[in-house]
């Protein structure tokens, strides 16, 4: 009788304990990122591809008239293709999604901003750009192209002004891609300044290299 009294007091602790044992949670784990105040934006296709692929293509600009264009995808081809931009703003500014996505152009340099218009179309003009537009942060692990801290990007080939090209769209998140559209996030690959003397360019996170990252491994995006 003591024995059997024993034997089910023991169960009844080791069903306890087994109980109380703590779950296997997954922890989230992101490529590594480095720090700069310049960068490039690189394209990562995060659904359905394009027929003429775009992942790893480069953010530019096509120019359309005195001081506009549109932003751009291009081939990645080399170190330097691409427009080189940088997160313009306070740090409350930039904190609260307040400030302005900037890239240098012109002789002598001046500021060219990225500005998201009525009809979707992204534009890189001369000018500070729009409020707003920048890149995710803390406590967002993976920096990439925003609005407002939300929102979708695409791109699609369109017959522009001087010939076709891989035009970038934004919608809002949720909304449908359109058909023979290639979604995409726009993440940040460090790259040395343009030669101008930004006294507001933040410090960002970026990756060295947008196109060596094997997603496969993280679990995180």
């Known amino acids: 009788?003591?024995?059997?009294?024993?034997?089910?007091?023991?169960?009844?602790?080791?069903?306890?304990?087994?109980?109380?044992?703590?779950?296997?949670?997954?922890?989230?784990?992101?490529?590594?990122?480095?720090?700069?105040?310049?960068?490039?934006?690189?394209?990562?296709?995060?659904?359905?591809?394009?027929?003429?692929?775009i992942n790893h293509y480069a953010l530019t600009s096509y120019h359309t008239g005195a001081g506009t264009a549109y932003a751009v995808l291009v081939p990645n081809t080399t170190p330097t293709t691409g427009r080189i931009f940088y997160v313009n703003g306070t740090a409350e500014e930039v904190r609260y999604n307040a400030g302005n996505l900037l890239s240098d152009q012109g002789t002598p340099l001046f500021p060219g901003g990225v500005s998201i218009n009525t009809d979707n179309t992204v534009s890189i003009n001369?000018?500070?750009?729009?409020?707003?537009?920048?890149?995710?942060?803390?406590?967002?692990?993976?920096?990439?192209?925003?609005?407002?801290?939300?929102?979708?990007?695409?791109?699609?080939?369109?017959?522009?002004?001087?010939?076709?090209?891989?035009?970038?769209?934004?919608?809002?998140?949720?909304?449908?891609?359109?058909?023979?559209?290639?979604?995409?996030?726009?993440?940040?690959?460090?790259?040395?300044?343009?030669?101008?003397?930004d006294t507001f360019a933040n410090t960002v996170n970026c990756y060295a290299d947008v196109a060596g990252i094997d997603w496969s491994v993280y679990s995180a995006y």
């Open 1 to 53: 009788m003591v024995s059997s009294t024993f034997k089910a007091v023991g169960a009844l602790a080791f069903a306890s304990l087994a109980a109380a044992a703590p779950t296997t949670r997954q922890v989230p784990n992101y490529p590594p990122t480095a720090l700069s105040s310049n960068f490039r934006l690189i394209a990562n296709v995060t659904g359905t591809d394009l027929a003429a692929p």
């Open 126 to 197: 001369g000018g500070a750009g729009q409020a707003g537009v920048g890149l995710k942060h803390f406590p967002v692990a993976v920096p990439e192209l925003a609005y407002l801290g939300g929102g979708e990007f695409y791109g699609c080939v369109k017959d522009l002004v001087f010939g076709s090209a891989v035009q970038l769209f934004y919608k809002q998140e949720g909304s449908p891609t359109p058909a023979g559209c290639a979604d995409v996030s726009l993440l940040p690959q460090c790259s040395e300044g343009s030669g101008a003397e």
